[in-house]
């Protein structure tokens, strides 16, 4: 009995210091990386895959220096390591007056001021030369001295910058983040050509060693955030890291909400509007998905085509999609208690109506709604997993099909396809993926509660969303900021409504940014 206890407690309760998921192994090499560097037991340890790549050779300075280049092939730049290293090393360094005098024991001294390239830099552990090679970077190891030389030549293949797919907008730059960190960071430096943008880098995963950034703009970031996210992240104690999604689970407030308290975003523009915010990303290697912190609940409704567009505009689209997620929270459910409950406030002649559709159904509204909110469920679930050209096909096919066959049937009343379909339609309006998830999952508890309570329990529903929102905090800040503490300024600049350009004048109050006057804007 204790064991079970123990581990229900493992799954459910997570520690209250360091946040990991589980301890990491030792493995037989651990101890050896911090040991001097030596060559050959390098080759020792990487020899066994046949993608790491041993070149051996000679130099002649004042005496013969035997020499050993590592690298991973298809990480590395062939071009580059031919032309810039190995070039270099065999042909145009013999007969180098400045060469001539190179022993063993300088020899590192004299290659750091002699060959060519940006990334260059002494080392003299294991750790750093095995972590050098694996990461796509040449290494140049001296017979058995304790030192040697890394050179940058990272150069495998990789996607390059498309429109996001998930993030699509009409006015707007068209460009995406990409699985290459490097190539995500200058995105981003693009975008904001300033000193005081940081950026951090770490690694994270005892195996992956997985490089991340957290970048942020310091004379505008909050330092007591930037430094909340670095202690964080430095907690985590976790095997693999593969995605931005291993950290937004390891540095939540509260793991057990649906309500996510990160944002996310492919797009560079959206990434650099919300450090111009005072807010901080988390740029990790090998996904285009960049973490932001801290995160709001409104900041899931609005979309960066917002500020390209003109204000009027903008507060248009962003009343229909405030619409269209509470439509889609509430639509199943308040059809449930109408036509269960609260028959008297439904007009004479729709009530005839309603009741004439329902006839021959057999099931109750409550069932009938879940019913059929399964069964989208499961055709959007189809629709999004299938190859595209399936996908959007068996989506709009089987719905059809499944409500024409379910009405006929007298399985469903038409009124409730027409509801469902409503319902699916307004959640569309949800510009956040992660926020839509939220959307489906409540949509349940509410219907339930509907069909209990009528419009009582549509109310208690209600009434423990908004406890629920007001006790969470993203980093430090109130989720429902700034409408609960209410900061009126912030409210009618930039939440539900947005004011015009010439109006934005101060940043996000409740970021406690350092700066938060955004400079003055001229009407023309």
Same mark, same amino acid.
């Given at each position: ?164 797919i998930t993030e699509s907008i009409v006015k707007g730059p068209r460009e995406g983040f990409t699985e ?77 909400? +649906? &309500? /996510?308290? @990160? ?11 919300? =450090?111009? $915010? ?83 159904? +057999? &099931? /109750?509204? @409550? ?11 499961? =055709?959007? $679930? ?30 469903v009343s038409p009124l409730m396809v027409i509801i469902t379909g409503l319902t699916a339609i307004a ?42 929102? @007001? ?48 400079g003055e804007k001229g009407k023309g």
């Amino acid at each position: 009995m204790r064991s079970w206890m123990k581990m229900i407690k493992e799954l459910t309760i997570r520690p209250t210091g360091e946040r990991k998921i589980r301890k990491a192994p030792s493995y037989s090499f651990d101890e050896e990386m911090e040991e001097p560097l030596s060559g050959t037991k390098v080759k020792e340890i990487l020899s066994t895959s046949s993608d790491v790549v041993f070149r051996e050779f000679s130099l002649q300075g004042k005496e013969r220096i035997p020499c050993m280049v590592a690298a991973v092939d298809g990480m590395v730049n062939k071009n580059l390591l031919d032309q810039f290293i190995l070039k270099p090393l065999m042909v145009d360094l013999a007969g180098h007056q400045e060469f001539a005098q190179a022993t063993l024991s300088n020899v590192v001294e004299k290659l750091q001021s002699l060959l060519p390239g940006l990334e260059l830099k002494k080392i003299s552990k294991m750790g750093e030369a095995i972590d050098a090679v694996l990461s796509g970077d040449a290494v140049i190891f001296f017979g058995d001295i304790k030192e040697g030389i890394v050179l940058g030549a990272k150069g495998w293949d990789n996607r390059g910058v498309t429109e996001p797919i998930t993030e699509s907008i009409v006015k707007g730059p068209r460009e995406g983040f990409t699985e290459t960190l490097r190539t995500n960071t200058s995105l981003v430096r693009r975008k904001i050509k300033h000193p005081s943008l940081r950026m951090i880098s770490l690694k994270l995963g005892d195996m992956t060693n997985t490089d991340v950034v957290v970048t942020y703009i310091e004379k505008l970031a909050s330092p007591d955030i930037v430094s909340e996210v670095l202690r964080r992240i430095a907690t985590i104690k976790i095997d693999s890291m593969l995605g931005s999604g291993y950290i937004e689970e390891m540095i939540e407030d509260n793991p057990y909400s +649906p &309500f /996510p308290q @990160l944002a996310f975003t492919e797009r560079p523009d959206v990434l650099a509007g919300k =450090l111009m $915010e005072g807010k901080v990303g988390i740029i990790v290697d090998g996904t285009p998905v960049v973490l932001v912190v801290p995160a709001t609940l409104w900041q899931f409704l609005n979309i960066n085509e917002d500020y390209y567009q003109r204000a009027v505009v903008a507060i248009l689209s962003r009343f229909i999609r405030y619409v269209g997620a509470f439509v889609a929270i509430v639509a199943p459910s308040v059809y449930i208690a109408v036509t269960t409950f609260h028959q008297e406030i439904i007009p004479t002649d729709l009530l005839m109506s309603i009741s004439a559709s329902r006839q021959g159904v +057999p &099931f /109750p509204a @409550l069932l009938e709604a879940i019913t059929m909110t399964i069964a989208l469920e499961i =055709l959007q $679930e189809a629709g999004l997993r299938l190859p595209k050209p399936i996908g959007s096909t068996i989506g709009i096919v089987g719905a059809l099909v499944i409500g024409d066959a379910a009405v006929k049937a007298s399985l469903v009343s038409p009124l409730m396809v027409i509801i469902t379909g409503l319902t699916a339609i307004a959640s569309y309006a949800i510009p956040t993926f992660d926020l839509g998830l939220v959307v489906r999952i409540i949509r349940f508890p509410f219907m339930i509660l509907a069909g209990f309570l009528g419009f009582f329990g549509v109310s208690v529903g209600l009434y423990l969303v908004i406890v629920h929102l @007001l006790s969470l905090r993203s980093f430090g800040v109130p989720y429902l900021s700034p409408v609960a503490p209410l900061r009126v300024r912030a409210l009618l600049q930039d939440t539900i409504v947005r004011a015009p350009w010439w109006a934005l004048k101060r940043r996000p109050q409740f970021l406690d940014v350092e700066n938060p006057q955004s400079g003055e804007k001229g009407k023309g």
